[in-house]
C-alpha cells in the first residue's frame, strides 16, 4: 500500500485503517509512506511499513525535503527508486496507491509498469477519497497532467471511498466511461468505538471529570488549522464557558512552533487542555460531547462512526474539498457547518454550545451513514484471490 504523505496526516491514517481491516482476509501488507509520524501510530500484526525520505508540499507543485539536506530531485529520485525496489522485493499480489494516480512527481509510474509488465498477476489499484476537489478544479487538473489516461492504462480497479448518492465524481469529474467502469464505491471507511470503560479511562487521563462536558477541536495535521483555533478560543476568552464545560484542542503536529507555544499558554489560563499529537483520535473523539473539526475526510468518519454532533469549519484553499465535503453532509443532516467568511468568535460559541444542547438529530442521522468500506474491500480481494487471472 502506497501512502501519499506530503501534508497532514489524512492519508497515512485512512491506510492504516484500510490495513487494519484487510489482516482479515488474511494478508500481509506493507505500507509504502515518506510520512514523519508513521512510526507514532500503533502497528498490528502482519502490517509493517518503509518509510521514505518525506516531501513537504510549499504550493500544489512543488515540494521541497522535509528534513534531507539535498536537492529536491535528488530527494525524488531517490524515493522513486525505493518504491521500485521494495515493489521487486515484495512481489505483491496487490498494490494499492492512495488518492494521487501518479503520485508525487509521477514517482510511482515506474513501479506501475513493472507491475504491468513483469507481475501481470498483481491487481493495481487506485483508492480515492469521497471527494477531491471542486469538479471544474479537478478537471483542469486531471486533463492537464493525464490522470484520465492514467487510470485507464495504470490500473486495474479504483475504489472510491465514498457513497455516489452523496456526492458523485463520475458525474462531477466528467470520468470517461472505461474509467468509470473500474470504479467501486465502497462507502466510507469507518473507525473504531471506544466502550465506555474506555471512554472514562481516556477522561480520567487527561483530566476531565464524567460529569463536565467536553468539546474538543481537532485541525487534523495542523498545517493550516491555526485562524479556526485562535477563534475558538477567543470565543471563551470573551466570556467563560458555561459551568461544567471544559475543551481540549489538539493542534496537530504540522502547527508552527510559535503557534504552539501561544496555543499553550491560552488554553492554560482558560483551564482548557492543549495537545499536539494524539495517536488516537477515536479515544479522545469517543470521551467528547462535541466536536469541532476542519472537514477531512480520516475525522469526519471517526466522528460519524461514534456518533457525535460536530461543527465543520472547512478550509476552501488550496482546494475546496473540505467546503464540498461540509455542504454535502450539512444538506443531508450530519453536521453542522460554518463557512470561513462567517467565522467568528461569537459564530462559533453559538454553534458549537448548541451542539452541546441539541445534538440528538445528528446522533440519530448518523445510525444510517454508509459505513460500508472496510466489508467491500475485503470481498473486492477475496473475489481476485478466487478469481486469478489464467
Not at 483551564?271 to 469526519?300: C, K, P, W
Amino acid at each position: 500500500m502506497y501512502s501519499h504523505d506530503t501534508f497532514g496526516l489524512g492519508h497515512i491514517r485512512r491506510t492504516l485503517a484500510i490495513a487494519r481491516s484487510l489482516r482479515k482476509t488474511p494478508a500481509n501488507i506493507l505500507i509504502l509512506t515518506g510520512s514523519p509520524l508513521v512510526g507514532r501510530f500503533e502497528i498490528p500484526q502482519r502490517v509493517d511499513f518503509v518509510r521514505f525520505p518525506g516531501m513537504i508540499k510549499v504550493t500544489n507543485e512543488d515540494y521541497l525535503p522535509h528534513s534531507m539536506k539535498l536537492d529536491p530531485i535528488e530527494v525524488l529520485e531517490l524515493r522513486k527508486q525505493l518504491i521500485l525496489t521494495t515493489a521487486k522485493a515484495f512481489q505483491p499480489d496487490f498494490f494499492v496507491v492512495d488518492k494521487a494516480p501518479l503520485e508525487l512527481k509521477r514517482e510511482v509510474v515506474d513501479t506501475l509498469n513493472w507491475l504491468k509488465q513483469r507481475a501481470p498477476a498483481c491487481k493495481t489499484i487506485l483508492g480515492l477519497r469521497d471527494i477531491m476537489d471542486s469538479a471544474e478544479s479537478t478537471i483542469e487538473d486531471w486533463s492537464g497532467k493525464g490522470i484520465y489516461e492514467a487510470m485507464e492504462q495504470l490500473y486495474d480497479e479504483i475504489w472510491v471511498y465514498g457513497h455516489q448518492q452523496f456526492y458523485d465524481p463520475v458525474r462531477e469529474y466528467a470520468i470517461p466511461a472505461r474509467v468509470a467502469a473500474k470504479i467501486h464505491f465502497t462507502g466510507y471507511i469507518p473507525r473504531h468505538i471506544p466502550n465506555p470503560s474506555e471512554r472514562k479511562t481516556t477522561r480520567k487521563k487527561i483530566g476531565v471529570a464524567l460529569e463536565d462536558r467536553l468539546i474538543l477541536l481537532t485541525t487534523g495535521g495542523g498545517g493550516d488549522g491555526y485562524p479556526v483555533i485562535d477563534c475558538f478560543l477567543k470565543a471563551f476568552e470573551h466570556q467563560p464557558p458555561p459551568p461544567n464545560v471544559r475543551a481540549m484542542v489538539v493542534t496537530g503536529p504540522f502547527i508552527s512552533k510559535t503557534y504552539l507555544g501561544e496555543i499553550r499558554k491560552r488554553c492554560k489560563a482558560l483551564n482548557f487542555i492543549s495537545q499536539r499529537f494524539h495517536d488516537s483520535m477515536e479515544d479522545l473523539i469517543g470521551a467528547a460531547d462535541a466536536i469541532v473539526s476542519m472537514g477531512g475526510y480520516n475525522t469526519v468518519c471517526e466522528i460519524i462512526s461514534q456518533r457525535k454532533p460536530f461543527l465543520i469549519v472547512p478550509r476552501t484553499v488550496p482546494r475546496e474539498e473540505q467546503l464540498i465535503r461540509a455542504q454535502v453532509l450539512c444538506t443531508i443532516g450530519f453536521c453542522d457547518y460554518l463557512h470561513p467568511r462567517d467565522l467568528s468568535p461569537g459564530a462559533i460559541r453559538e454553534r458549537v454550545l448548541a451542539l452541546l444542547e441539541n445534538g440528538s438529530s445528528y446522533r440519530r442521522q448518523a445510525d444510517r451513514f454508509p459505513f460500508t468500506a472496510l466489508q467491500v474491500i475485503c470481498e473486492r480481494i477475496r473475489f481476485h484471490k478466487e478469481h486469478p487471472l489464467p
